[in-house]
């Protein structure tokens, strides 16, 4: 194992791998040894990393909130304020409906993936590194053995659990302003109709084919979106990584750019939730 | 692609985090910028119609300076005006004085002159009679002649 992970390819594939836990029979097992485990594995490094900066989000604003007065603000309620008051207009400007969920989810998925984002420009090595020699000194194992991925947005797992969240909310949202009934018939009756009902009853299945795939992409493209940019930035990082010394020019440019991409990932999912929840809302179509 | 039981732990987290944000962390926030915005439009309101009062209360002092310099300029007109008459009246007053003093400087002469005429003519009749006497080489009953005297004064 240890001759695999001295490769270039090794090293790429042991940055790209999360820490797993699942139970065996012989009770908590770790990554390797998880191999098998198949559904009933947890990514704990994803786990620990995005609740821990969730709630390092809740905590900031939570304390702001707290504090929060309504004469002269202090400068960290203004900033604050600022983030509030740029996620609440978006959402005026998007949501015209009235839901007192959805800024506050905006302002969660906003700041939360853009904290998680925001782990992508901690430089590769050093915290898997400082996890390995944790891993080596304290628990005696190989620190090969020992997987830390940083990023939770890099991973599938968190973008799927956000974008099944969104779409559980759009479908609530479309059955409690449509009702069931026009739910169905928003997926079984456009978008092709005709005033014929025999031809309408034949059109059914061909509208709901195409309803179902359009109504499906939507957190499949979020999901993906976030996760195949977070991932591809990531795995730049790691070869400019594993390049020597010339990493250091590439690497401040490449993180620089960087600093663009995990702002707008963030706003790009936080608006087009705001705007598939806007749709799911509202009765035209 | 490996979905697994991360994604439920996630899904999980992401629901608590929506919900706790939705319960403490945007109602604070979002009234707290909520009610400073309409203090400031309060207050942007209460500066505009103060402003607007200050006009006012500017162009009600302009006016009533304006009054008051006229009714300054009316006021000393008048007191000019007053301050001639005066004078006019006075003067008139002096000249009277002066010709009622004169006319009783006249009188007063023309009243002396008459009473030394009338002494004059008393006495040219006594020496009228003295000298008579002496020519005559006696004495006159003055009382006799009287009314030769009498008509002696009235010629003189």
Not at chain 1, 248 to 260: D, E, K, M, Y
Not at chain 2, 49 to 71: F, I, N, P, V, Y
């Amino acid at each position: 194992m240890a001759a695999e992970e001295l490769t270039l390819s090794g090293h790429i594939q042991h940055h790209l791998t999360n820490a797993k836990m699942c139970s065996t029979d012989a009770g908590l097992a770790f990554n390797k040894a998880c191999a098998d485990s198949g559904f009933w594995t947890w990514h704990v490094d994803t786990l620990a990393w995005s609740i821990g900066l969730g709630l390092i989000f809740l905590w900031i604003f939570r304390s702001a909130a707290k504090k929060s007065t309504t004469g002269v603000p202090g400068k960290f309620q203004c900033f604050i304020e600022m983030i509030v008051e740029f996620v609440g207009d978006n959402v005026k400007d998007t949501y015209h409906g009235k839901s007192s969920l959805i800024a506050p989810l905006a302002l969660t998925i906003f700041v939360w993936v853009f904290l998680m984002n925001l782990m992508d420009l901690i430089p590769v090595d050093f915290l898997p590194a400082f996890a390995g020699f944790v891993g080596e000194t304290a628990f005696g194992m190989d620190s090969h053995d020992v997987y830390m991925k940083i990023v939770p947005t890099t991973d599938i797992n968190l973008t799927a659990a956000l974008a099944i969240g969104v779409f559980i909310l759009m479908i609530g949202y479309s059955i409690k302003i449509k009702g069931i009934s026009g739910f169905i018939a928003e997926l079984t009756l456009h978008p092709f109709s005709s005033s014929n009902k025999l031809v309408q009853v034949i059109l059914i299945p061909f509208n709901l084919l195409l309803e179902t795939i359009a109504l499906v992409a939507k957190p499949f493209s979020l999901a993906l979106r976030l996760f195949g940019n977070l991932y591809a930035g990531e795995l730049i990082f790691i070869l400019i990584g594993a390049i020597g010394l010339m990493q250091l020019p590439l690497h401040f440019i490449w993180a620089v750019f960087h600093i663009l991409v995990i702002v707008l990932q963030a706003f790009v999912f936080m608006m087009l939730t705001i705007v598939y929840l806007s749709m799911a809302s509202s009765d035209s179509h | 692609m490996n979905l697994n039981a991360t994604l439920i732990g996630e899904l999980i987290a992401f629901t608590v985090f929506v919900w706790f944000c939705m319960k403490y962390v945007w109602p604070p926030l979002n009234g707290a910028i909520e009610e400073r915005q309409n203090k400031i439009a309060d207050g942007l309101a209460a500066t505009e119609r103060a402003e607007k009062d200050l006009e006012l209360a500017q162009a009600k002092a302009a006016e009533q300076l304006k009054e008051a310099k006229a009714q300054a300029a009316d006021i000393i007109e008048q007191a000019k005006k007053r301050a001639t008459q005066i004078v006019d009246e006075e003067t008139q007053k002096g000249h009277d004085e002066r010709e009622k003093i004169i006319a009783q400087g006249a009188a007063e002469v023309e009243a002396e002159r008459n009473r030394v005429k009338e002494d004059l003519r008393h006495q040219v009749s006594v020496l009228a009679v003295a000298g008579a006497e002496k020519i005559i080489g006696k004495e006159i009953d003055a009382s006799a002649h009287s009314d030769i005297l009498d008509k002696l004064v009235a010629e003189l």
